[in-house]
């Protein structure tokens, strides 16, 4: 599992680094070939997520082609993301696997999945996304706000 969460911080790296390659994981080169230094800055503005960072808090989605989606995870692994004009609800599944948030969705027989990397200075976090188990795009997801849950009388 170790060497599927240094891929992805190497992807991620390759494309938030001055290359901004979008790479599959099957492409990327050896850790030997980049600049150390600017590898450990970059590794070192990361963490791991916990259950606690994800849950109780509404997500927003952005990709670089401007589409915007809002993401509602809830506790018993299961998600929510809705267009955030089209209003258009899919499920999916999440879970936290040594600190990265991997997210599952099936829409309409196609799959997305992305493990999303937490930052450490800032909410703003980042993540490579596959459809159909290849690459597809990359994204933000920024918490928003706290859920709060309305009792109708």
């Known amino acids: 599992m170790k060497q599927i969460l240094d891929q992805t911080y190497l992807q991620l790296y390759l494309r938030e680094s001055k290359s901004a390659a979008l790479l599959d994981i099957d492409n990327l080169p050896d850790v030997s070939e980049i600049d150390e230094t600017l590898w450990f800055q970059w590794i070192s503005g990361k963490r791991a997520f916990t259950t606690k960072d994800i849950i109780g808090q509404i997500w927003l989605k952005a990709y670089p082609f401007g589409d915007m989606r809002e993401i509602h995870f809830h506790q018993d692994g299961i998600l929510e993301e809705k267009g955030l004009f089209t209003r258009k609800k899919i499920m999916g599944k999440w879970e936290i696997v040594e600190g990265l948030l991997c997210i599952e969705i099936d829409k309409e027989n196609v ?10 200075f800032s909410n703003i976090h980042s993540s490579i996304e596959y459809k159909d188990a290849n690459v597809y795009s990359y994204h933000k997801l920024i918490p928003v706000k706290a859920e709060k849950t309305f009792i109708m009388a």
């Open 111 to 120: 799959i997305f999945t992305s493990k999303v990397v937490a930052n450490y």
